[in-house]
């Protein structure tokens, strides 16, 4: 029987919580045994009451103090700490949730940032965390510390219903491990093959014009995701789990939205429980290590992770039973089976299969790659479409390159995409403003120091400290990109703005991460993204936002400055950012002689 999260967190830290009272209660014991003055009940309670949080109060004090002074030592300073008035930082906390839960994304450690300087700390269930939004900080975390920092145990701890032992929930020799198992499966010729795409394009472009016809408005967010998921398991299995297959999305106001069998489709299913997963497991890093008291009874993430497993594991099952078939035959060697090298043809999931016949282990790297080669590629390609909707002329000028390049017919190869210059640019300015994975976080491994970014001092980070950075906030500060930098505007990517700022200082700039850990899938996710916009643009020569069905910004948020005041959808993030109830458009076909 496995015990509740909640329940195994009080058992864990029982001793510690009991220690203090424990104690203060047996020096009362001594007391009233060897003194003539006893300590009466009333006052006996209180203190052993009191022993706990006393001990943490203390507890702090000494380890700031031992925190200054060993900084002092490196010549670097403690980040400044947002000032509390609740005990524990609870006030931070619960701000940190309303946020989460319906703010504006990114703006209480953004006003915190402006208010006490680029890099931050917290106090939060009397946890230190430091947030940073400075290029070097991040250039140190990623590339040049990068052995100073891992992911850690309160992140695994955390994401571990959701990712299991995955690439992206893994350290050390295991993380190598991981890494050069998926490797050989981003080199150039398999990225850029892209048949996949173009049977996964045309499924998806037929029934967009099929609805729009009807009608009706298309959630772009809800029909890319199908196309991503499908190109995504087809190229990681081999065969795709045919997502598009169960159609699109009908309006919620249409009597036709409530159709019992769409909701019922397998690949429905997953897709709802995969969101419910995420973000109750980013809800978790609001807590730190303290996550399992909030999920006492019951784990949040394991019941939707079941009709994930549900949908995924007939899958993984086939392959085992066909690699068990193969070395039945004496098609695959009983010994060394584990150093051959990738064969041309064989998938990721192939390749796993033969390394470990333990379906947990090959379930959890799989799903950690497809929310790689989903969420994130879904993400950027419906945050351009929202782009082109706002920007008709970004839109007309796009298309114009396109059509210039290929025609309204044919199928780009990897020469044309390249060609593509304002393509490029477009996509990177959207993962500029909207990167896919907008808020990201290591903990230190022994104690370090963050290098002194302009005009500032090093910045001095103790051992098993959480350190949390956003490429969202970074990519808009204005001191890095310019007065311009809440405006959408592909050419600052191919004018003097691109060698004024980003060519000199390229950490302004890291939606993909970077050092060691680099998303593999950088160049795919470019090939995949650009390959869906050129065959889209050849169809349709606008697009604009279904306003009557769209869930629409607050009406205050038009007030505020930057990028809120503007915004009409709601951007959210979990792993990965998302618009809040889809993406609703209406997009209007080409003439034939356009």
């Known amino acids: 029987m496995e015990l509740p999260p909640g329940i195994v967190y009080i058992i864990a830290n029982a001793p510690r919580i009991a220690l203090p009272p424990a104690l203060v209660f047996c020096g009362i014991q001594l007391w009233n045994t060897f003194s003539d003055v006893h300590m009466p009940i009333w006052l006996q309670v209180p203190l052993c009451i009191a022993s706990f949080p006393l001990i943490l109060v203390c507890g702090a004090v000494y380890g700031d103090f031992r925190d200054r002074r060993q900084a002092a030592m490196k010549g670097a300073i403690l980040a400044p700490q947002v000032p509390s008035k609740w005990p524990g930082g609870l006030d931070l906390l619960l701000v940190s949730i309303r946020n989460f ?116 408005p298309v959630d772009f967010q809800d029909m890319i995701s199908r196309f991503t998921l499908d190109s995504a398991t087809e190229f990681l299995f081999g065969k795709d789990v045919c997502s598009l297959s169960a159609g699109l999305v009908y309006p919620p106001n249409s009597p036709l939205a409530a159709n019992v069998a769409f909701q019922n489709h397998p690949a429905n299913q997953f897709a709802h429980a995969f969101l419910e997963a995420q973000l109750a497991t980013a809800y978790r890093g609001r807590f730190g290590k303290s996550w399992r008291l909030f999920e006492l009874w019951n784990d949040r993430v394991k019941k939707d992770m079941r009709v994930c497993h549900k949908f995924i594991d007939p899958i993984l099952e086939e392959a085992l039973s066909k690699k068990k078939a193969l070395k039945e035959t004496g098609l695959i060697p009983e010994k060394n089976e584990k150093e051959r090298m990738v064969v041309e043809g064989e998938t990721l999931l192939d390749h796993l299969v033969n390394y470990t016949e333990d379906i947990s282990v090959i379930r959890d790297e799989i799903l950690n790659i497809m929310i790689a080669g989903r969420d994130t590629t879904a993400g950027t390609l419906t945050c351009v479409i929202w782009m082109l909707s706002q920007h008709p002329n970004v839109l007309h000028k796009l298309r114009e390159e396109i059509l210039t390049a290929v025609g309204t017919s044919r199928s780009p190869t990897l020469e044309d995409l390249r060609e593509m210059k304002y393509l490029r640019a477009v996509i990177n300015e959207t993962l500029r403003l909207y990167p896919p994975v907008p808020f990201n976080g290591r903990t230190s491994v022994a104690p370090t120091v963050l290098p002194a970014a302009k005009g500032g001092q090093p910045i001095y980070v103790p051992a098993n400290t959480s350190v949390r950075y ?125």
Request: aromatic share 14%; net charge neutral; glycine share 8%.
């Open 470 to 594: 956003s490429v969202f906030l970074i990519q808009r500060r204005k001191d890095l990109w310019g007065p311009d930098a809440d405006e959408f505007d592909p050419d600052r990517f191919l004018d003097e703005r691109l060698h004024k700022y980003l060519t000199p200082n390229p950490f302004i700039f890291v939606p993909f991460n970077a050092g060691p850990r680099i998303c593999l899938g950088q160049q795919f996710a470019y090939n995949e993204v650009s390959y869906f916009l050129v065959r889209l643009l050849q169809v349709f020569s606008s697009v604009s936002l279904a306003e009557d069905v769209q869930t629409l910004a607050p009406a205050d948020w038009a007030k505020a400055p930057g990028r809120k005041g503007v915004e009409k959808a709601i951007v959210r993030g979990h792993l990965t950012m998302y618009i809040h109830d889809g993406l609703w458009v209406r997009m209007e076909e080409a003439s034939s002689n356009a």
């Open 101 to 216: 839960r319906g703010g504006y994304m990114g703006e209480v450690v953004e006003q915190q940032c402006k208010d006490n300087g680029n890099a931050v700390s917290f106090k939060i269930l009397w946890e230190n965390r430091i947030f940073t939004t400075e290029p070097e900080h991040v250039k140190a975390i990623l590339a040049t510390q990068f052995n100073s920092f891992a992911k850690g145990p309160i992140f695994y701890d955390s994401a571990l219903s959701l990712l299991g032992t995955g690439v992206f929930n893994s350290d050390g020799d295991i993380w190598k491990f991981h890494r050069s198992m998926t490797r050989p499966f981003f080199n150039r010729d398999r990225i850029s093959d892209f048949e996949i795409f173009e049977k996964h394009a045309d499924d998806a472009i037929g029934q967009l014009k099929v609805r729009l016809r009807q009608g009706y």
